[in-house]
């Protein structure tokens, strides 16, 4: 492997460990955020779209479900992938 191959790889591995992170502090932020002003949020949404408590939660945390996904997904797999190799080099 040459050097400026390893060097665009211990880069693309520092940005995608970063980005990982930055998702799961967006991910603790809304729970926090959901957690501390559950009620505002059922009493703001559920009086615009006509949900029931129960409905938003439930997309709510599917939502953050779904986010969880892509985050571990889209950084943490490339990321050890990338860990992997350079470790094998």
Known sequence: MSDSTRELLETTKDVLLR???FGFVL?????G??????????DLHGSM????????DLIFYCLMGILKLIV????FIPWLSIKLVLKQS
Do not use: K, P, R
Request: hydrophobic residues 55%.
């Open 19 to 21: 980005c990982w992170m």
């Open 49 to 56: 779209f006509g949900l029931t408590n129960h409905e938003l």
């Open 27 to 31: 991910l603790v932020i809304s729970l």
């Open 72 to 75: 571990i997904a889209c950084f």
């Open 33 to 42: 955020a959901t957690l501390l002003t559950g009620n505002l949020i059922h």
